[in-house]
């Protein structure tokens, strides 16, 4: 590790101010990404402003949402009353996404700023990576690929967005509350994003010495059922391989509201909108389902090592939607 | 020759000796060490697979804070090569030259006030070199291979004209992936220097084996060496040779003349300790309708580095696995720009084992003869290669106790007959066996004037309880409480000690301690037999035992006295006596030693739509002859099998195709199983005490992995009807 | 042949000296003051500074559990915590786990009798985890057990008796007041 030096922000002003005095400094929350990225050379910041301090731990309902500090951690939010009766595929997700160790430590922030398990990226010996390098290559690419994401994918650069938390949350239309040195905006987390196509080295619409404060979830109505369903080859403590984030309404067989997303396979976590046009207002079959996640994955980019991923992708989000709508016909 | 003693099958299962150190942190394992004034290593690797360093960078290393000094080939000293042993001849020693031979080959080191300081400045080696086309396909055709590499290809009679004119024939190709041992412990190495004299604390499991390793390389008196290894954080095999990061941390504390602290980092791990090497195996049997065979052909091609070797005989078991009078078996290598490969927990078995008992899993269902029926119909009930009687073999017991318990007699033997919801059941078979292994052995027994013993040997325990068994051996063998007995090892100065492998050091060094035990005894008796305050004085000192701690003639309890007194008698603090084993040779014997013998039986749950494989139970019926402590022999077979678990259906070493950089080279990439991944396992063990050696034991340390590899895929081949013969097994394979 | 060189741009920048700062850890109840290099993880300033070396180093990625400590009660990675963010909160560590008359805690206790470890490696974390789990009323099935405890790995494989051990543990009355 470079050295570096330690700063302990006390309130958000102030580490936005330190944030933007230093455009080289990073922010440290969980620091589940961030020291294993110094650790391995690919993060070498020289100021770190710790910011596990500031007043940004609280879960409060506000009517029909949910806002979510952004240094809650995964642990707390998953054990929070109102996930648990309203939000179960947020709930499933966290669970899913980590240690129970790695959960007391990551944050719901930077969770969302997670960098991709790409290990050609996180290895920063070898010169060909758009992500780290802009216009070097993507060694991956002819490589060693498996864990590689196949939407949002290009000869670019096939790094996934390894959360699971976000994959529910796009689903949700979840907001991103973001202050900076001018002030503070709020983005729909299905803008936050960028795919790898587009700009590899670029992953979210986050500025330097913006901050994320917090998250707002839309509870969804009461009629609605979720779930996640994350397919590995570890029954535990493992990325995906593929993931869906399936909430339906449903009225006597008919699907009245789809939200659905996937990871495991995107760029960024991703939001399966022309599944979601297919379904609402189908009949809830598995027909219906499979139609839904053959369009998802129509147009996904593979190497030989990942192109797996696109039947179990679509498998998967079978599987969900009949273990959500209760069909299996 | 050596007789059998009639002794309880199965010892006690007691807690383990080293429990209480375990469980409360307080064991120091060699990362755990540090002596004043002590400076840090860290490395740089080569990030070519192939070529040759043109020049090396090292000024901004050396001028960065608290850098103490940074090795190269350009400044290192030359130091000499260790000892061929049973593995070979030893990994060549570090930084010889400007070539590189693999992807993360050492280039540099860098010696550093702190941790942290030393781990930066290796980040500022920078290397220039000319790099070629690196070797990295087994396959390559461009390749050296290796022929018969260990003089260990067999033949008999005519397997290819036995094959064209079998009834029945079968042709397959396996292939087996790299695996990397990865054990939890990050090895370690401080290496301190008085004058000439020299300490290291070392992640090993072969500490008398280091000592001599480093006397050679700097040249110095073994007597000037000393290792000390009394706990290791696990080690698989990969702790069996004196890498190059041992000699290159000793080498910098010599230059610097201050001790130097080296811990890989678990990157490192993959590439500088050794790992499973990838192969493919060609299987041809030949069987009668009824499932008797009459031909076996087995051979394999394995991965190895561009220099140095590896002990990796895929195929030769198979010529005594089963009764079939034509077989051959052949083992090739091909010399690749990758890491060395070595022994990871059953060697050769795990890989070997998977072909012979998938096809012959093939076989049967191609025969329609039940998967046991077929291996009882081939049973070798003698050694097939000379025909003496086996030393000990319980393995019709294993098939009739393991099907029983798993209930075997259930299944359906249609493929894809079996479904719970969407996972679709299967349940798959296969024997398993671990060759006997031996090496020379020593061990030490002293008894004090307070009647408590002291028994040492140079071995290490790493982790499958040789602290503990060898403790309650010498118990039994002194007539003494277990409290009263301490047993200590992990030293270079005590008695020399075989490795801690090939499951090989339970019988041995239990065989030098019942030697050394047996010697103390006599050497009580002797002076008893002209002590006329003594109660056993007359008796022949060649016929006694000892009971609760008092040494009496045999059989005759009532006459004994402790060895308290007699040591108090004749003014002695202690005795003490030396003992020894050697490998039992089976010409003598008039038996070939049959080494450790299972069957395994696995159900295995297969989602239908996504591929998904679970392992929901395993049942292993295991001969492992006498067994010295049922608790932790029990644990050896549970830890075999998740680690056959693991090399099944998770665990692959990923190689990037074009630099020969590992691809997957840490715990989050590289999958080793979880504890979600286990169920409960059932192990039963059965069979005799061995008539091959004194104590009796087989060892167990690589059976409760071998068989499990071909059980799991012959289960995956019940529930879904798909035989993959390759691993690992993943989902993709099944969608 | 091709050239090439191993180094990106940035690691030939030139280095700060190395940064200190004064931090006090609370570390088994005990306060400790050193002066440590802002890079020094809490599982190095446990281990190297103040010689509690029973937390162990598996991967120091936050890959394996082995330097599972608690962190005001809760488990968390000592390797992916820096020794500064850890000032100010109470450090729990296997040292600090057993009882002042020096038994072993009711989780060690079960852990030794059903013989789940081998070469032990892991155990420090694994009983950490493990004291953890009991806390967080994970302790109702075997397969509850064993998803909360699969961010501990063990390479002997002892997981079986691993979570025998937690059983027993839990049946006979849970966490206790030391945790």
Redesign the interface.
């Known amino acids: 590790?470079?050295?570096?030096?330690?700063v302990?922000a006390t309130d958000t002003r102030e580490a936005v101010r330190l944030l933007a005095d230093d455009p080289e400094a990073s922010c440290?929350a969980?620091?589940?990404t961030q020291?294993?990225l110094m650790?391995d050379?690919v993060l070498?910041p020289?100021r770190?402003i710790?910011i596990?301090r500031l007043p940004l731990h609280g879960i409060e309902r506000r009517d029909e949402s949910l806002h979510v500090g952004a240094l809650v951690t995964m642990?707390e939010l998953a054990a929070d009353t109102t996930v648990a009766e309203r939000l179960p595929m947020v709930r499933e997700s966290l669970l899913l996404g980590?240690?129970?160790?790695?959960r007391?430590?990551a944050t719901i922030g930077g969770n969302l700023l997670q960098r991709t398990?790409c290990?050609?990226f996180r290895?920063?010996?070898?010169?060909e990576c758009n992500k780290?390098?802009p216009g070097s290559g993507c060694?991956a690419v002819?490589?060693?690929a498996?864990?590689h994401a196949v939407l949002g994918a290009s000869e670019r650069c096939i790094a996934l967005h390894a959360s699971d938390l976000a994959v529910a949350l796009v689903a949700l239309d979840a907001l991103v509350h973001i202050q900076g040195p001018t002030g503070s905006r709020t983005v729909p987390l299905t803008e936050f994003y960028l795919t790898a196509d587009v700009s590899p080295e670029r992953e979210t619409v986050l500025e330097h010495a913006e901050l994320i404060t917090g998250v707002e979830i839309p509870l969804p109505p009461p009629a609605a059922r979720s779930g996640y369903l994350k397919?590995r080859?570890?029954?535990?403590?493992?990325?995906a391989?593929a993931s869906a984030a399936v909430q339906l309404v449903l009225d006597d067989g008919t699907i009245l509201e789809a939200r659905v997303a996937l990871g495991g396979v995107g760029t960024k976590p991703w939001r399966a909108h022309a599944a979601e046009h297919l379904l609402t207002g189908a009949p809830a079959t598995t027909a219906t389902f499979t139609e839904a996640a053959e369009a998802t994955m129509q147009d996904a980019w593979t190497v030989p090592g990942t192109a797996?991923k696109v039947?179990?992708a679509r498998?998967?989000l079978?599987?969900e939607l009949q273990t959500v709508s209760g069909v299996t016909a | 020759m050596s007789t059998v003693e009639s002794r309880t099958r199965i010892g006690a299962g007691v807690n383990r000796v080293d429990g209480p150190r375990k469980v409360t942190g307080t064991a120091p394992y060699p990362m755990d060490f540090s002596v004043p004034g002590q400076a840090y290593g860290a490395l740089v690797q080569s990030t070519v697979a192939a070529g040759r360093i043109v020049r090396m960078h090292t000024e901004a290393a050396e001028a960065a804070p608290g850098v103490i000094t940074v090795l190269t080939h350009e400044n290192a000293p030359k130091v000499g090569t260790g000892p061929t042993t049973v593995l070979g001849a030893a990994p060549p020693p570090p930084l010889r030259n400007d070539r590189i031979l693999h992807h993360g080959q050492h280039i540099a080191f860098v010696v550093a006030d702190t941790p942290e300081q030393a781990t930066a400045a290796a980040r500022l080696v920078r290397a220039d070199y000319e790099a070629t086309e690196p070797l990295l396909d087994l396959q390559d055709p461009r390749a050296e291979q290796l022929v018969d590499p260990w003089g260990m290809d067999t033949s008999r009679g005519d397997a290819a004209a036995a094959l064209k004119s079998a009834e029945v024939t079968l042709q397959a190709t396996y292939t087996t992936a790299d695996n990397t041992n990865n054990p939890l412990g990050l090895f370690a190495t401080l290496a301190a220097w008085e004058g000439d004299a020299l300490t290291v604390h070392d992640t090993s499991q072969w500490p008398s084996m280091v000592r001599t390793t480093l006397a050679m390389v700097f040249g110095i008196p073994e007597s000037s060496v000393r290792v000390l290894v009394p706990y290791v954080g696990g080690g698989f095999g990969a702790g069996l040779r004196v890498w190059p990061h041992v000699i290159l941390t000793a080498m910098a504390a010599r230059m610097i003349k201050r001790p130097v602290k080296l811990v890989l980092t678990r990157p490192q791990m993959f590439t500088s300790i050794g790992h499973r090497p990838s192969g493919v195996q060609w299987l041809g049997v030949g069987a009668t309708r009824d499932g008797e065979l009459v031909a076996l052909d087995h051979r394999s091609l394995s991965s190895l580095s561009m220099e140095d070797n590896d002990y990796e005989p895929f195929t030769w078991a198979s010529s005594f696995a089963y009764r079939c009078p034509d077989v051959i078996t052949q083992d090739r290598q091909a010399r690749l720009n990758i890491a060395v490969p070595t022994s990871m927990r059953a060697p050769a078995e795990a890989q070997g084992n998977f072909a012979l008992e998938s096809a012959l899993d093939e076989l049967a269902h191609q025969l329609r003869i039940d998967p046991v029926e077929l291996r009882l119909r081939n049973h070798a009930d003698v050694d097939p290669r000379n025909g003496l009687p086996w030393s000990g073999k319980a393995l019709r017991e294993c098939y009739e106790v393991g099907a029983q318990r798993f209930g075997w007699s259930d299944r359906n033997p249609e493929p894809r007959s079996m479904r719970d919801g969407n996972w679709l059941v299967g349940y798959g078979m296969a024997s398993a066996l671990f060759p006997y292994f031996a090496q020379p052995c020593a061990a030490q027994a002293t008894v004090r004037r307070d009647g408590s013993a002291l028994v040492r040997s140079a071995a290490a325990d790493i982790g499958t309880g040789t602290y503990t068994v060898m403790a309650q051996l010498a118990a039994e063998e002194l007539g003494l409480p277990l409290d009263q007995v301490r047993f200590d090892l992990g030293d270079s100065d005590m008695p020399h000690s075989m490795m801690a492998g090939g499951s090989g050091l339970t019988g041995a060094l239990g065989n030098a301690v019942h030697d050394a035990c047996r010697r103390l005894l006599r050497q009580f008796a002797e002076l008893a037999h002209d002590d006329a305050d003594s109660p056993l004085r007359g008796f022949p000192p060649d016929d006694m035992e000892c009971t609760d701690g008092r040494i009496h003639p045999t059989g005759r309890p009532d006459l004994g006295e402790p060895y308290a007194d007699i040591l108090a008698r004749h003014g002695l603090t202690e005795l003490t006596a030396n003992g020894n084993s050697t490998p039992p040779v089976p010409t003598e014997l008039g038996m070939s030693l049959s080494g450790a013998y299972g069957a395994k039986f696995v159900e295995v749950r297969v989602d239908a739509d996504l591929g998904l494989i679970r392992v929901a139970r395993v049942v292993s019926a295991i001969d492992g002859g006498r067994i010295l402590n049922e608790k932790t022999a029990r644990s050896q077979i549970i830890g075999g099998t998740v680690g056959g678990i693991g090399m099944t259906l998770l665990e692959d070493t990923a190689t990037d195709p074009r630099t020969g950089r590992i691809a997957n080279g840490t715990f989050a990439d590289y999958l080793v199983a979880v504890n979600s991944d286990i169920p409960d396992l059932d192990v039963v063990f059965v069979g005799e005490p061995d008539r091959g050696t004194a104590t009796g034991t087989k060892g167990v340390g690589e059976v409760g992995l071998v068989g499990i590899a071909a059980a799991i895929a012959n289960a995956v081949h019940h529930a879904t009807g798909k035989r993959i013969r390759d691993l690992p097994i993943t989902l993709d394979a099944l969608l | 042949m091709t050239r090439v060189t191993n180094a990106s741009r940035r690691d030939t920048d030139d280095l700060p000296a190395v940064i200190e700062r004064v931090v006090t850890l609370t570390v088994n109840g005990r306060p400790h003051t050193l002066r440590l290099d802002t890079r020094v993880t809490l599982l190095d300033a446990l281990r190297d500074r103040l010689g509690l070396t029973g937390t162990k180093k598996g991967c120091d990625q936050g890959a394996c559990g082995a330097c599972t400590v608690h962190l005001d009660g809760r488990r968390v990675l000592a390797c992916l915590t820096l020794a500064a963010q850890a000032e100010g909160r109470d450090v729990t560590t296997i040292e600090g786990v057993s009882g002042t008359d020096g038994h072993p805690h009711p989780v060690q206790q079960a852990f030794m009798e059903h013989d789940g470890f081998q070469c032990g490696f892991c155990t420090p974390g694994q009983i950490m985890s493990a004291m953890a789990l009991m806390a967080e009323g994970r302790t109702g099935s075997d397969e509850e057990i064993r998803e909360f405890m699969s961010g501990n790995l063990c390479r002997c494989g002892a997981y079986p008796n691993i979570v025998a051990a937690i059983r027993e543990a839990a049946a006979r009355g849970g966490h206790d007041a030391r945790l």
């Open positions: 590790m470079r050295a570096f030096d330690y302990r440290l969980g620091g589940t020291l294993d650790k050379g070498q020289p770190l710790d596990t642990e980590a240690s129970v160790q790695l007391n430590m398990r290990r050609y290895d920063p010996t070898v010169p780290r390098a060694a002819q490589g060693a498996r864990m397919v080859d570890r029954t535990s403590y493992e990325f391989l797996f039947p179990l498998r998967t079978v599987r």
